[in-house]
């Protein structure tokens, strides 16, 4: 049996990055023509790759992080935002040039909509990954069309694929399914899933060991799945500081651990 040599801090995560604008607003504007003042506005990296990047190199992982990242200033202040010691920025240029880029309107309960400014796509359908797959402990894998060819080839090389899926509705042709059948560990969450536990259980027999979806202030629903069978968790809700209620924006917050309680 082959063993594969692997360095436990060493991840690649691929996905978007984006440079965004945050404005913060009391409620969000009703669907009329009409102006709006927010009370504060941020520019800043986003972008769900940025922020796990970001995220596993202050907690000590070496990341190699493969993005689409254009020519423009936005790009600039993207890759000036991910310069880390513990960050190798594998940035694949865009066919036009430009960085992902949004606006987020964000209300004072943290509801947010998200308006894309620029959405680019790769120079070629199948950029070469650049580097080798070789030792790493895990691949986190975020939903992009770049990130697609990637699922097969961590698969083959045996890296342990973990997806966040966001608000996937669970269709059986939908975008995300290429991810999901490629995942050892998925995450979802429950914003258009009308039956949370379905959902799960669909995940695991797809071939997933772990499959979490997080429902808000409500918590978390989790299945893990070994040799003796199915292991289901329902989590609580942690008491958090200083969290500012925007995915799209890079935070940091402090979380105090929370027991878990299990259904079985």
């Known amino acids: 049996m082959l063993v594969r040599e692997v360095d436990a801090t060493r991840v690649i995560v691929s996905g978007p990055v984006a440079?965004?604008?945050?404005?913060?607003?009391?409620?969000?504007?009703?669907?009329?023509?009409?102006?709006?003042?927010?009370?504060?506005?941020?520019e800043g990296i986003g972008g769900t790759s940025a922020g796990k990047a970001l995220t596993l190199a202050g907690l000590g992982a070496h990341v190699t992080l493969r993005t689409l990242v254009g020519s423009d200033d936005a790009g600039q202040r993207v890759l000036g935002a991910l310069a880390h010691p513990s960050i190798d920025v594998h940035a694949m240029p865009t066919a036009d040039g430009l960085t992902e880029r949004h606006v987020n309107l964000i209300d004072a309960s943290g509801s947010r909509?998200?308006?894309?400014?620029?959405?680019?796509?790769?120079?070629?359908?199948?950029?070469?990954?650049?580097?080798?797959?070789?030792?790493?402990?895990?691949?986190?894998?975020?939903?992009?069309?770049?990130?697609?060819?990637?699922?097969?080839?961590?698969?083959?090389?045996q890296v342990p694929v973990w997806c966040d899926v966001h608000d996937d509705d669970g269709a059986g042709d939908g975008?995300?399914?290429?991810?999901?059948?490629?995942?050892?560990?998925?995450?979802?969450?429950?914003?258009?899933?009308?039956?949370?536990?379905?959902?799960?259980?669909?995940?695991?027999?797809?071939?997933?060991?772990?499959?979490?979806?997080?429902?808000?202030?409500?918590?978390?629903?989790?299945?893990?799945?070994?040799?003796?069978?199915?292991?289901?968790?329902?989590?609580?809700?942690?008491?958090?500081r200083d969290v500012v209620a925007d995915g799209a924006v890079v935070q940091r917050s402090r979380m105090r651990r929370m027991p878990l309680s299990t259904s079985d």
Do not use: M
């Open 113 to 157: 909509v998200s308006v894309y400014l620029e959405l680019p796509q790769p120079v070629e359908a199948e950029h070469p990954l650049g580097p080798g797959l070789d030792g790493f402990a895990a691949a986190l894998v975020d939903l992009a069309a770049h990130s697609v060819p990637l699922l097969g080839l961590l698969r083959d090389a």
């Open 19 to 42: 440079w965004n604008v945050t404005a913060r607003l009391e409620e969000l504007p009703a669907p009329v023509a009409q102006t709006v003042f927010a009370q504060a506005s941020t």
């Open 175 to 240: 975008y995300c399914r290429p991810f999901t059948a490629a995942a050892h560990v998925v995450i979802a969450s429950d914003a258009k899933l009308a039956d949370v536990d379905g959902y799960l259980a669909a995940r695991v027999a797809e071939g997933a060991e772990l499959a979490v979806c997080t429902r808000g202030g409500l918590g978390s629903v989790a299945v893990h799945v070994d040799e003796d069978g199915e292991h289901w968790f329902d989590v609580g809700t942690a008491e958090v």
